[in-house]
Every structure is written in structure tokens, then in C-alpha cells.
């Protein structure tokens, strides 16, 4: 089947009707008051023989309701038509083909082809009927085209093309359908005698009668048929399949057409819609859509004379989803209803409805002899009495659950005589009673799968797809998804054909898209990342010992080696102690422990390596040699360290016995050989066997006497003149405020200094912004042990400390160096605050990792633009933020209308993270933020209801829908500095979010914005 795509036609002025053809819509450009145009070429056609044409229309009887006559030309419009090169360069050929005294004129086809870019419009004499643009969407496979009825007794075809006259487009006609009646449903010419239909018939939209069919009137449509010089008005409906695909299967009569060929199929026009919305008749025609083109897949092949008069359509595309169409439901039992309606197009007219209320009875057609039809009886009702009439032919009948029974072969009722019968051919019969051949069965289209069902309800055109859960887990193997109906194309982050891999897609939640020819339809999936667990260190107890594995708060379920399935467990056996735990979606993260045990009093588990090559150094009993303070204790070890690949290695150590000594230190002769590198530094370490504790050590050397002091030379020789241990806290201070919030530290959180861990006797402590400057608000000396840091809070304006949501800050005093680093943090889920002050809060720190200094470098241009940063500025005042470029601003505005206007107002004062601002610029200017780089998914930004302006936090650029993810449905629209647009659901110009640039948005509800990690 061919790819349409669906565009929509535009109304040019209010007196245009609208038949809504699959077209791009559009003005000729012919209709420009600009345009000069060579005069159109006007074909004279002949008119038909109306005594002719009424002694057949009298023949054919009420089953056909004939309504037009072909007229046989062979007219290549292109050649035929009169050529206009336009003032752009363009070029149209318009052509106009006339008939005296036509009702309107259809144009049929029989080699249709129109390249790309170009475009094709048909319209009447006075410009109040205009169909198309047709372009290369509309080409058919075979080049057999139709296009809509032409009100009136010409018709004018004007082609446009870029450039000149091309060789390429293909505009032949082969018929043109002469309309002699059936017509004024379109155009009426008296408002009191609207329509052809008969005066008793009552239009669907009436009450009470069309009340409880709105559903089922949308799969009716009228059928223009074309059966070799003849056109006529026909009925039917879309059918529903076992598979509910939205296969566009059409039900009517297997008369309507019944000699049609293959060529004539692929010109029928399906009306859609075709309705008055009200009761009474309108003033003016009703808009309707059209479908062009279908295949016979089957037919009972009998017209009623020996069977029940079937035939099912297959239309050559799908149904755009916005004709809103209903494909109807149905029974196949062979069961009498007791009441129900007909929905038809009697005449050609707008829709209408027939009620009956008496049970229906098994009948025949015309004295067959085969029970394949239902006899109706209609019924008058409070706005008519419903009959049927040529036209309504092959229409549906339905029973009182809306489901459809038959199809109509005829019958004797008229306004006249509105107690007469008619005869539907049963839907039970079609199923498979006309014959042996699957062509001559509803069954094998309608359950292809051969289900067995026997009452299928109808369903509106809704695309969907399964195979895909709501949650998975990113090491999950892909899945297959199905999409309905077939033919589409899946699109997302992680889909690759048919295929959703959680693996390719990574962390987050995103949006999986199915695309057809005629709609589509969107789920989210969320791809959870595996927990990380983390059991910390190996672990070494003195004998008799025991300790706490805890493999942190936050998972749903934990599952021990041991049996456990607790968070934490108690041991005090050697061995590998291993957990697994479940986290957000199930999914799972394992990590395990080395539990060694050691005998008390044995030594601290150096160990070094005789190179061959050494140093040696004295250390007399007369020196300092200070642990905290205190002298060192015999027992006690002296320990020697070098550097190797970034951790302390021991190049020799001895046991205090309180005597003069001698350390010898271990070089590499080579580079294949470990220990000091000739000139490297001595390092120390002192080991309390009473506390069994490590600590550094500081050495100072007696350089008089000895050639080496503290570096390590082969064959070297230095003396220690003293050996202590370092400075055991740092300098902060804070004041007990009296209001507190409470930050769990766990021994297995993650803490790294310049990529190496936290030591013992090492200090953690948390920071707040006292007037510009970081100013402690509590702190822990690093034991290795689960601990909790207080920190202390400001109850009033008089006492400094944490403000209420102030966000924590982060330092570590390194024991070793002496030195104290700015660290980022991320904190644990599941307590009730994560990185924010609060008065009796809590939370709980996940890692902690040195900050690196950054700058982000923004390019702003002249005039008015968005910008923001994701970097917390050392001097966040933003005369400060803005002093490089100061002389080119302007004005700078936040959302909540402050301003900065220099030299004369600052109202905006400090430049707040996760905020945008507008700034006007004399010129272009780069300009470049230093600082600390936020961490997103820990920087949630509170968006109000309205309109504000936001920052975008992260490092690189991001699927806007997906960034702005956790605002859900309350986004009404955002708009960027360009003045590009997210529009949910219809636009998105926007596409990605970039560092450095502020957004507009509009929120029906506030929310809480939290982007997804760098």
C-alpha cells in the first residue's frame, strides 16, 4: 500500500466548501491579485443524452441510484493547458474543461504522476470550490487517479512546478463524470429542499434517534463508485478485524458495482463524515473526508440472486487518524434482533438513520429461496419515519448492542409507502455461506487467525504497541516490540528496528515512539541503573574482635552469604562475606569483603623487600620520638615508606626496645625492582601497639653529621634528630546554635582525595556561607567507623549557622599533608533530606570527592538573550560574575523582575544556580564563569506556577522533553533566548538544552526540576 502523508486543506474564504481530500491544501497561485496570467485554455466537452439517461435510470430500479455519465476524452493537460512563466521563476499550466448544464464534473485518470515539489489544484468557475494541493504523496501505484466532484459545469486544473516547463509530471484524463442529479446535497440551490433524499428521512444527528449511535455513524461512508461509464451513490461501512489492526476493511453490497474492474476500484471515493451536526438540515453543505482507491478481496459474487449479497473493500492506504473513524463491531450468530437501525446515505444525501423495533425475520431476496437476508419493517419515530432509497445500497443494519448484522440489497419502502419491508443480507450468511472459497468469505479477513469469535466489538483508530514494560534494568536484554496495525517504525533512545535495548538506551527515562502512515502513539520506559554496594576495605580484627559489615541504607532487600537479610552484619570470623542487593526496578548490585584475623602484639603487617641496595639511619634513644605528644613505648614500631604507583610501600621498619637503633631503607637497583628511587623523600610512619593505630610521622635530621638528610641515596647514611607525629586537628571552629540537622557517614561511603581514601585521623567537615565566606557548622575526626556529623543551624537572624534549605558545602583536612581540600558530595535516597539544611533534618551522605576548579566559557550575542551557568562562582555577586564583559552589558533581568542595571540599580545582587537571566548586550562577548561545577541530579530547582526562567545545570547537552522530565504534565510551553518553542504535544523547535543558555517556561502547576547526571 502506498505512504500518504496528511496535510490539511486551507479555506481561502468563508463562502469555500470543504470535502477534505488527502491533500496539502494551499492557494493557487493563480488567486495572487499579482500574478499576470496568460488567458486558460477552456475545453468545450458535450453534454449527455438526459432522455437516454432517464429511460436507464428508470430500468435499474431502487437498488442503483445512478447519478452521473461518463464522457470519453483523452486530454493531456499538460500539453493542452495554457503555460504562465511567474515573476519568481515558476511556472503553472492551467487548463479548463467545460460542459453545458453539468450538475458538477469528476476528472478520472489514467496516468497520474507528479514529481516532487510540485503541485496540482482543481476549482470552479466562481472560485468557491477549491480541492488539493496534490503532489508526489498522491501518486498511485498503477497512475489510476480520481479526484472529488467539481460543483457546477466546469472545472479548471492549474499545475505548478519550481523552474521551468518539466518533462516529468504525467496529468492524463481519460473520463470526465457528467453529475445530472444526486448533486444539490453538495450545493443546494433552495435552502427549503435541501438534499435528494425523501422527505420522511431523518437526519443521524437527530434526538433521540441518532443518541446512542455516534460511535457506529463514524465507520459509515458514502461510496462514489465508478462502474465503466457509470458513476453511482453506494453505502457502506468500515468493518473491525479479529486482530483489531485497523486493516481499513469496508463492508456493502456486492451490486453496488458488481461489474466494476480494477482500474474502476482504484477511483471510488470514500465520504467520511458526510453529516448534518444538528437534526435539521444545514444552511450549507457539511464538510466531509475522502479516501481514494480500494481493492475487492471478496464477494458472495451473487448480488442477493442466490446468496446474501456481500462485498468487503480494502482500501489502497490507511485512514488518516484524524478523520476519526470507527471500525464497527459485529455478530455473527444467526440471531434475530429485536430492534436496531440502518445508517445511510439515501440519494447520495447527508447521513441518515432508519429505526426499527419489531424483531427482524429470516427472509430471501426476491424469491431466491436461500434464508441469507433479514426483512425490516422501519419504524416511525418523533423526527420522520426512516426508509431507505437508491443510495443506501450495501449500508449497514445494526442490532440494539450496536453491532453490525447486514448489508441492504433493497426492498419496497419509500416515504409513500414507509411500511413496506426491506432486505439486508445477513453478516452471518457472508461469513462463509456463499461459497467455498476464502473470496467468497467474510471469515478469512475478518479472523485470519481463525480466533473462532463470534461478537466482536467495534474500536476508533488508536495506534498502540506492547512488548514494552514501564521498568528495566540497564543490563536487561533487549525486547521485541509489536506494533498496531504493522508497518510502522519505533523511534527512542535504545530502540533499534523493533528491538528496545536497556543497555544502548542507559540510565534515565525516555520516551518510545510508534509511527504510522496514520497516527502514533508514545510509552515511557525507565532504565534503573544496578545499586552500587560497596562493603568498603578488607578488613583485619585482632583476635577476639568483632565488627559491623554494613552494606548501606536505601535498597529494598538485602541477601548475605551468611543467610542474612539485614543491612548490616555482625562478624568476627576470618573469611569472604559477600551481599546482594535490590534497588529501584529490581534490579540487583553485589559486592563482598575480606574478613583476615590477627594474633594482638605481633606488629603493625609491614612488610618490605631486601633490593640488594640500601640507606641506612640512625636513630638514637636520646631523640623525640612523639606520638600526639607522648613519648613512644617499647613495643611500638618505627616504620620507613616510599612511594609506590601513589601509595606508601615500607622500604624497612624496626621494633621500639627503647635503645639506640639503626633503620636500614630499601632502594631499586632497577626499574624492575620496587622500593626508594635515588633522592625520594623519606617518609614515616609510627605504629601504637597499646591502640593498635597507624599513624604519620614527621622526621627533622641531623645534617652535621651525617651526609644524607631525609633523601634517599645508595650506600646513604642520615641521623634523626626528632620524630613526630603530625598536627592531629585542623583549625575550625563552630558555635552549638542550638538547632541541628544530623548527616550519617557511613565507614563504607566512598571518600576520595585526589583519588585516594580518607586515612584514619583525617577530619570531614560541613560548611555554610556566612556572609560570602565558608564558616564550619560542624566536624568528625575520620575513625573508619559509621559516625554522624551535627550541623548546627541558625535559630534566628542573631545567631549564624545554616539557614533553612541552605545547601551543605564540604571540606576534608588531609592528617598526612597537613592541608584541607573543597569536596562535592552526593547523598543517600530514602532519608528526608538529601544535601539541604533543615531543623532537626536528616540525610545521609552517599560519597565525597575532591572538587576540582572549573570554568564554563558562554558565548552571548547582541541584543537580548538567556543565559545561566552551572558553575557556583567563587564571588557569585553578579556585577562580579559579569565584570569581563561589563562594559558591553546593557540590562540584565532575573524572572521574578529583578534587575541589574548599570551603573545605576542592582536588584539582583548574588547570581543564584539554577536560575536564568536575560541580558541585553551592545555586542557579542564571551563570557567565562570560574568555580565549583554543581552536581545536577543533586540541584533540584523549585519552578513556580507561571512563568519563570530557568538554568540548565548540566556539563552537555540534553533531550529537552527528557531534561525537563520531572516537571510531568505541567509543562505549558518553553521558549529559549532565539525565541525558539516547546509546545507539548505539537512542536518541539527546541530539541536539545545547552550549557550556557536560560529557558522561559510556563507551568500550569509548580514543580520541582531535577535534572538527570552529567
Known sequence: MKKITLLFIILISSSIYLFSQISEGGIPPSFENSVQLNSSKNISLPAIDMNLVEHEDMEMGKEVYRIAKSIPVNINVLESGTWTKLNDGNSICRLTLS????????????????????????????????????SSNNNPSD????????????????????GDKSSNARISIYEIAYVYRGYNDYFHKDANDFGDSDYCEVNVNCSPEGNNWQDEKKGVARILLKEGNNYFWCTGSLVNNVRQDFEPYFLTADHCGHNASTSDYNQWIFYFNFESSSCSNPTNSPSSNTMTGCTKVASGGNQGSSGSDFKLLLFNSYIPQSYNVYFNGWNRNNVASSSGVGIHHPSGDIKKISTYTSTLTTSSWNGSGYNSHWQVYWANTSNGHGVTEGGSSGSPIFNSNGSLIGTLTGGSSYCSSPNSPDFYGKFSYHWQSNGSAASQHLKEWLDPDNVGTTILSGTYQVVSFTGLDADYCINDVAVSLTGIPSGGTFSGTGITGNNFDPSLAGQGTFTISYTTTNGSATQQVTVHALPVVNLGQDIQLTQGQSTTIDAGAGFSNYSWSTGAGTQTISVSSAGIYSVTVTGSGGCTGSDEIEVTITV???????????????????????????????????????????????????????????????????????????????????KWKIWDASEDIEYNATATYDSTNFPN???????????????????????????????????????TTPIDIDGNSIE?????????????????????EWDGNNNAITAWGAQSGSVDGFASGESFKWKIWDASEDTVYSLAATYLQGFPNEGFYEANGMSGLASLTTVMTQTQTIVIGQGWSIFSTYIEPAEPAIDSVLSSIMNSVIIVKSGSGLVFWPPFVNMIGDIEIGQGYQISLQQTQTLQIEGNAVVPENTPINVPTGWSIIGYLRQSQGDLVQMINTLGNSVIIVKNGAGLVYWPPFVNMIGDMVPGEGYQINLSTSGVLTYPAN
Open 99 to 134: 460542459s453545458y448544464n453539468a450538475l458538477a464534473l469528476g476528472v478520472y485518470y489514467n496516468d497520474f504522476y507528479l514529481p516532487d515539489g510540485s503541485k496540482l489544484f482543481l476549482y470552479n468557475a466562481d472560485h468557491s470550490q477549491v480541492i488539493g494541493a496534490f
Open 143 to 162: 497512475g489510476y487517479f480520481a479526484t472529488e466532484l467539481i460543483q457546477g459545469e466546469s472545472v479548471t486544473l492549474e499545475y505548478w512546478q519550481s
Open 600 to 682: 594482638p602484639g605481633v606488629g603493625p603487617g609491614w612488610s618490605f623487600l631486601n633490593t640488594g641496595s640500601n640507606h641506612t639511619i640512625l636513630i638514637q634513644n636520646t631523640i623525640p620520638i612523639e606520638i600526639d605528644g607522648s613519648a613512644i613505648e617499647i613495643g611500638d614500631y618505627i616504620g620507613v615508606f616510599y612511594d609506590s604507583l601513589g601509595t606508601l610501600a615500607c622500604a624497612g621498619y624496626l621494633e621500639w626496645a627503647g635503645n639506640t637503633d639503626a633503620l636500614t631503607a630499601w632502594g631499586a637497583q632497577s626499574g624492575s625492582v620496587d622500593g626508594f628511587a635515588s633522592g625520594e623523600v623519606l
Open 709 to 747: 638528610t631525609g633523601n634517599w641515596q645508595a650506600n646513604g647514611m642520615s641521623g634523626i634528630s626528632s620524630l613526630l607525629t603530625q598536627s592531629s586537628s585542623p583549625n575550625w571552629f563552630y558555635t552549638n546554635t542550638g538547632s541541628n540537622h544530623s548527616i550519617l557517614i557511613q565507614s
Open 760 to 780: 584514619i585521623g583525617d577530619f570531614i567537615g560541613v560548611f555554610y556561607d556566612s556572609l560570602g565566606t565558608l564558616a564550619c557548622a560542624g566536624y568528625l
